[in-house]
């Protein structure tokens, strides 16, 4: 069984399902969305942010760095800066042992399911008065789907608690199935309704996404359908009519659409993962600019469309 490392357990989260919850957060994507909103989350291994803000250029981590991947400048000009060549660094996280200022901090901790189980349960309590629970999230939880099912198991049946699963739906159907015992709400992205753009620019097959999405329905199970609306990539009025055309054949199966407009908050942490950020400079997508979609759900019939997520506006 592939056991994930998680990169945070967020409790009192207000956006990854009904009331109050906690979130778990899964590190691992088998896609490559190039405006993750959670870029730690991407790989499967463990990384570690860089606060440069921090940084003395004290050397510790030049001294303990085995692969020769960091090291202090020392031409006139750049002297005590600090050089980071990231194809030698072998991961080891020496650097970040070193650091005695908290420039470096290991992204994904590993923890067993009991630990994981304690956590997130400990707000059960909220739960049950603002009808939340717990969420599993990402990265994608489906890339662990062994590991999923098994935390799901014991989080519905030994401790009855509201599960949510936030995924892209990506695997094959034999990974789903099972979690429908489990499972109360699956929480679905589709970035885009173009087969091409979700090969060549995601690295997932819209096919089998949307297959996975009507067996889901077709199941009776509860889905929940996220749309990130992207400048550039599936904000054109093709796009929009596409995402109206297909889950309005829906309207009256789907617990509700989010609509979740592009910002660009995550971008200091593609500069402390030493990534670059495909959507640097790109402004944030405004609320109203989605109103068009918004409105076109709502006259197909959904049930409930927000913006911004299940506590966001717009709602029906």
């Not at 303990?64 to 980071?84: E, I, V």
């Not at 904000?235 to 660009?264: C, E, M, R, W």
């Not at 495909?278 to 989605?290: F, S, T």
């Amino acid at each position: 069984m592939l056991i994930p490392l998680i990169t945070e357990i967020q409790r009192f989260s207000l956006q990854d399902g009904p009331g109050i919850r906690t979130t778990i957060f899964f590190k691992g994507c088998p896609l490559h969305c190039p405006w993750c909103h959670n870029p730690e989350t991407l790989s499967r291994e463990n990384e570690f942010y860089f606060y440069a803000s921090k940084c003395t250029a004290c050397g510790q981590c030049v001294k303990n760095c085995p692969s020769g991947a960091l090291k202090l400048d020392s031409t006139p000009n750049r002297k005590g800066l600090l050089t980071f060549n990231q194809s030698k660094c072998i991961l080891c996280m020496k650097c970040v042992d070193a650091c005695l200022f908290g420039a470096r901090e290991i992204v994904g901790k590993s923890l067993d399911m009991d630990s994981i189980v304690r956590e997130a349960v400990s707000d059960k309590l909220f739960y049950k008065h603002s009808g939340g629970g717990v969420t599993l999230s990402g990265g994608d939880p489906l890339f662990f789907p062994e590991f999923t099912l098994e935390l799901a198991r014991v989080l519905k049946t030994e401790e009855n608690v509201h599960v949510a699963i936030e995924t892209s739906c990506f695997p094959k159907w034999d990974k789903i199935e099972p979690l429908l015992e489990f499972v109360d709400l699956f929480i679905v992205d589709i970035k885009s309704m173009d087969p091409e753009k979700y090969k060549y620019v995601i690295g997932g097959s819209l096919t089998e996404i949307l297959s996975n999405i009507e067996r889901l329905i077709n199941s009776k199970a509860a889905v929940r359908i996220h749309l990130p609306i992207i400048p550039g990539f599936n904000d054109s009025a093709t796009d929009i009519q596409s995402y109206v055309d297909y889950l309005g054949q829906f309207a009256d199966k789907l617990s509700g659409v989010d609509i979740l407009p592009f910002h660009s908050y995550a971008a200091g942490k593609y500069v402390q993962l030493n990534r670059e950020y495909r959507y640097k400079g790109i402004n944030d997508l405004p609320g109203q600019q989605v109103m068009p979609l918004v409105n076109a759900l709502k006259e197909k019939g959904l049930r409930q469309v927000t913006v911004g997520g299940i506590t966001g506006t717009a709602s029906t």
